[in-house]
């Protein structure tokens, strides 16, 4: 799919150098939270609440008098984990339905087609608080509420892929030898369709951590004392005035992994030449 | 001084250089063929003369264009504009994807004579539908009202001719003007723009690789290979005695009546690559006729004892 | 158009049907009894049973979703359970501020947007495309509701220029459009870039050149028109993204709107008030999408072709 010396020219340049390594510094925060954060996330201490940021509490404390900094790392775990997680269920999902929609066709992709279609219009997060309404709040809801969410995208886009590989030759040549359907779709059409909807999945990966921290925000998301971008910054919100880096901070971290995982996707579409493939879906 | 002369033209895009000296001259009311395979330089060469370069990042680097004694290498941008459509119109490739899809046709004709000959609507509407039934459009008014896609190809390419009429231009340049049509359609529309042509003592330059079309239509013709120009003469020398060996091998290509089906034959070998042109004469690696000074050099274009050529064929022999 | 009109409702009736449908079911997936989602809290047993015979909750599932459908066809939504008001007036109290605050929002993200994206695909490669591209960038990826704090923060508590929360006032909408506003200009801006450079490619424009026409007026009067087609089909089709926006932001700005009302719904389990602001949004995201069509239509001859 990508080889070594593709992989080497997206690290050459400034953007997917770059970009790659904030990602790698904000993984390697989450998955090593404990050895990097200063403190535990959940040690309370009113004394210290809503302290300036300083030497000993980088980006200051918050209405608790816990340590920002180190909330935010592993608030990191928290958002990374639903957001790839729920990304990867949606894929998967997706992939299976948009190819055997695609490649079977008839009744089977007229349902899959209407179901995608209709879930198109609606933005994710409506879609995601009609579920959460169903299944209440969590952080468990949220991940299925965001899986399901992006469904739509990732069965379309892999049902285009599978439409306009099915009638190239080679294929068709295989399906005269004899070769059963499971064996086409897993060993032809699957794997020339995976890049673009690998690649489409890492896009939506940094739009699912917004919509993570969005449900957050809501107190719909990650439940106290579990750290988390977005519910940070809504227990935030009441000390705007005496205390703003409770709500600056966290959405500095959405920001920054966010903008790193669309610059590395850019430069990933970029290196492969995938733009068209990933157009009008 | 002709009407357009082009000199030692060369054209530059990017680093490669896919035309490389090309000179021709269409005089007042003439007829002229410029022909070759596709890679020739054929349609680079007339969006030289219409000044459309720039849209596809090109540059010419050397060389002389006037129309009409104006300095089209000098002219400002604006100018350049100001001749487009009014002096010198464009005859499309591909009439398919040459008009606007969301624009009624009448609006587009009527906007060359808007635009050019400061019509109002009424008289721009008239002479619109006056000029597409000169190109026998049935039932003009109605096609005027329609979008291009309600359209078969044969009548959006009358409609591009209309066009290039509307605001009574002196030089018309049509590049390859039917090659997307139909076999049948393609004579008749050849036709109806040469009468046009000829009623109106335009100049016209022929951009076609059907050498049928050159003898259908042509009064003089520029043959191009690979960026240079490899023989021009009068219609009748091309086709009774050509000079250059590719020339040769064009002419013996045009299917003729009576021939078995089957037996038609296309030049050995393919057109270069403007990424790798061949050294000497560019058209030596296909040369029935090759001579080891053919790689060596590069023939110039010189008066043959029929017409203009660049091939050493003559030149060597001459001297033995 | 009229007929391309109502064969566009006609194809939102099953789209309207399966949504009312996963709504009704809310308060039947939800974890207990239906009844006590629906009930007000410290009803007695008799204002119970009325409430059951009232949605004929002793009946099978599918009469009670018809008398439901009925019910909210006839615009009776139930009551709130928290804050004990029917919730059709509860909808008519928020609903105009939604509106307003969407409505100004998309006519922003839409102006702006083009004129941003065309002046970048015009002067494409200028210090003018590199500012546009920035701005598209982070309206892509910065969060709504943090870009609407940190306005808060800078407009309204450090400079003091406007409210910082609430609805009283025309300048309490200035930060929530503009918030709202920067995602929606960010995804306008990027299709009306790529879309005039792809069209400006096209054999068409190619000869306008040849015609004569001035440079400007074929970007203004034909690059740009033909833009607007892909446009308007993102605009149709995200249009429920932008008013999804507003749903954020009236919580983030402490605005009344269906979007606050929903998320306060959700936390207080409040659920005929929720499935009351999810039809209504669901509704609104439908006929954002059918005005896209309209307007594509309108402008497209064989758009209108293709569906007649």
Known sequence: MVSAATLRNILLTPRGGLSALVLATVIAAAVFAPFVAPYAYDIQSLRNANLDPSWSNWMGTDEFGRDLFSRIIYGARTSLTVAITAIS?????????????????????KAVTAVVDLTWSFPEILIALMLIAIIGPGLNSTMIAIAIAYLAQFTRLTRAQIMSLKNETYVEATAN?????????????????????IVAGMLATGDAIILEATLGFFGLGAQPPTPSWGAMMSSGTAQIFIAPWIIIFPGLAIAVTVIAINLFGDAVIEALDIRNRLRDV | MAFLSVRGLVVGIGRLTPLDGISFEI????????????????????MSVMG?????????????MTFDGIDLLTLPPAGYRALRGKRMALISQNPMTSLDPIIRIGAQIDQMSRLHLGFEAEAAKARSIDLMEQLRIPDAATIYGSYPHQLSGGMKQRIVIAMALAADPDLIIADEPTTALDVTIQAQIIQIMVELVRERGLSLMLVTHDMGVVAQACD??????A?????????????EAPSHPYTRELVRCIPREGQPPGSLKGI?????????????????PRCPEAMPICEASVPALERKTTGLAACHLETVHAHV | MLVFLIKRLVLLIPVFVVVSVIIFMIIHLVPGDPIDNIVQIGSSPEQKAELVAKYGLDRPLLVQYAIWFGKTLGGDLGEAIILRQPVSALIAQNLPHSLILGSLALAFSTIVGIAAGALAAIFKDSWIDRTVMTVILLGSTVPSFWLGLLMILLFAVQLGWFPVSGARTWSALALPVLTIGLGGVALVARVTRVAMMDIARRDFVMMLHAKGVPGWRIQLQHVLRHAMLPVVTILSLRIGWILGGAVTIEYVFARPGLGSLLITSLNQRDYPVVQGCLLMLAIAVMLGTLLGDLVQAAMDPRVRERST
């Open chain 1, 89 to 109: 269920i949606s894929v998967a999902v997706g992939m299976s339905l948009g190819a055997a929609a695609g490649y079977f066709g008839g009744a089977f992709d």
């Open chain 1, 177 to 197: 030898l004899g070769a059963g359907h499971a064996h086409i779709i897993f060993r032809h059409l699957l794997p020339n369709a995976l890049t673009p909807v």
């Open chain 2, 27 to 46: 005089g007042k009311g003439e007829i002229v063929g410029v022909v070759g395979e596709s890679g020739s330089g054929k349609s680079l060469t007339a």
């Open chain 2, 52 to 64: 459309l370069l720039p849209l596809i990042g090109g540059k010419v680097k050397a060389g002389a």
């Open chain 2, 220 to 225: 003089r013709v520029v043959v191009l290979y």
């Open chain 2, 227 to 239: 960026g240079r120009v490899a023989e021009s003469n009068g219609a009748g020398g091309i086709f």
């Open chain 2, 268 to 284: 050995p070998g393919a057109v270069p690559s403007v990424m790798d042109y061949p050294s000497g004469c560019r058209f030596h």
